[in-house]
């Protein structure tokens, strides 16, 4: 979706990422680094709620309010909230990122574009079967990212497959042919693997080596206890294996595209100076 119709001029300068839990999260040095690269003397702050309190906090926003990134388990709840959708937030029924503005509030999910965007970056090309661990919320983002990349035949590697059966019906939609399997028996060697699965799930190295032997290179999407059990076993295979911090990135720049520009694929003013101090801040955060 490009710019929604009759957004109008954008005058608030408050955002915020919502979630819970949410003191891990990284995005408020990512936004911060941003604005000021901008000059622009904008506040982004972050805040514990839950999603049961999500309608109502959500209300309570008033002028000064700009835009909001949400994160779990928020992603659900600000879809039904959201006036307007882009295409990955409505194939996938899920929305990280609010803008407020006239006719809003506007929902984008940049989760898709995070992941496509970075792992063009990484040189992944062209990949025809892949693999995604876990059939979670996550899952549905890394469907429709293999699916911008030209992937048509997925494999949904889960403790229980028949949990599958929200991301056969996606595939479906978009032409991919989703194939669901017990996590511990892989079908088959595929060119990548998207783990969608929390930092401390607990898989059992001989299930983790099988899926490294047959992956292909890895992109597990948690940023904040590496390396994970997936990451571990992947290195003992000798494949190449990335945390979530680049889908991360990638992600909140196209959040502040359209926070800046009402539209994740409007390019911002001096946009590589912007990711530039966005990547020092993500470097800074990493270390402290």
Excluded at 88 to 104: I, S
Excluded at 190 to 199: C, E, K, Q, S
Aim: aromatic fraction near 6%; proline fraction near 6%; charge should be negative.
């Amino acid at each position: 979706m490009s710019r929604p119709p009759g957004l109008g001029v954008l005058t608030g300068r408050r955002l915020a990422v919502w979630g819970d839990p949410i003191a891990h999260s990284r995005s408020p040095q990512l936004h911060g680094a941003a604005y000021r690269a901008l000059g622009l003397d904008w506040e982004y702050g972050r805040e514990r709620v839950h999603e049961a309190s999500f309608a109502s906090r959500l209300a309570q926003l008033g002028e000064p309010w700009r835009g909001l990134s949400l994160t779990m388990p928020l992603k659900g709840v600000a879809f039904e909230a959201a006036r307007t959708r882009d295409r990955a937030a409505e194939f996938t029924g899920a929305v990280n990122t609010l803008l407020l503005a006239e006719g809003g509030p506007h929902g984008y999910n940049t989760d898709v574009g995070g992941i496509v965007r970075f792992l063009t970056e990484q040189g992944v090309r062209d990949p025809a079967r892949a693999r995604i661990v876990g059939a979670g919320a996550t899952a549905t983002s890394a469907l429709m990212a293999l699916d911008t990349m030209g992937v048509r035949e997925v494999e949904v590697a889960a403790r229980r497959p028949e949990a599958a059966e929200h991301l056969m019906a996606l595939g479906e939609r978009v032409g991919v042919r989703v194939t669901p399997t017990r996590i511990d028996v892989p079908t088959g060697a595929v060119d990548l693997t998207i783990a969608t699965l929390p930092g401390g799930a607990d898989i059992a190295d001989a299930t983790a080596d099988r899926l490294a032997a047959s992956g292909g290179p890895l992109l597990d999407v948690v940023y904040g206890h590496w390396p994970t059990v997936l990451a571990t076993a992947w290195e003992r295979a000798g494949a190449r294996a990335w945390d979530g911090s680049g889908m991360l990135l990638h992600q909140a720049v196209l959040q502040v595209r359209v926070f800046v520009m009402g539209d994740p694929g409007s390019v911002l003013p001096h946009e590589d100076d912007v990711d530039a101090a966005m990547r020092a801040a993500l470097a800074a955060s990493v270390s402290a």
